[in-house]
Nanobody, 111 residues
Framework: QVQLVESGGGLVQAGGSLRLSCAAS????????VGWYRQTPGKQRESVAS???????DYADSVKGRFTISRDNAKNTVYLQMDSLKPEDTAVYYC?????WGQGTQVTVSS
């Protein structure tokens, strides 16, 4: 059974950093593109960052220059390094692979 497990969320002050992890129990992990998304109550889930199987990355304009997505294929894990966090980054963050979703991890940024 394929599972995606996010971790690393928490409470941080504005300007701080967090690193999220998405661990996937899937064969041939290196062949998948992976995306990070976030959602706040009453709003649609939005794409934050993505990384292709070849390592190409893409970011939402709102996080460019502050967030970095990376992957470690040996560990079946994708990371989202979040720096210079802002209160508007507060959301539940999800990773997605192959149409599957993890359970999400809460990120709260206090002002």
């Amino acid at each position: 059974q394929v599972q995606l497990v996010e971790s690393g969320g928490g409470l941080v002050q504005a300007g701080g950093s967090l690193r999220l992890s998405c661990a996937a129990s899937v064969s041939f992990f290196s062949l998948y593109a992976v995306g990070w998304y976030r959602q706040t109550p009453g709003k649609q889930r939005e794409s934050v960052a993505s990384i292709t199987k070849g390592g190409d990355t893409d970011y939402a304009d709102s996080v460019k220059g502050r967030f970095t997505i990376s992957r470690d294929n040996a560990k079946n894990t994708v990371y989202l390094q979040m720096d210079s966090l802002k209160p508007e980054d507060t959301a539940v963050y999800y990773c997605s692979l192959g149409g599957l979703w993890g359970q999400g991890t809460q990120v709260t940024v206090s002002s």
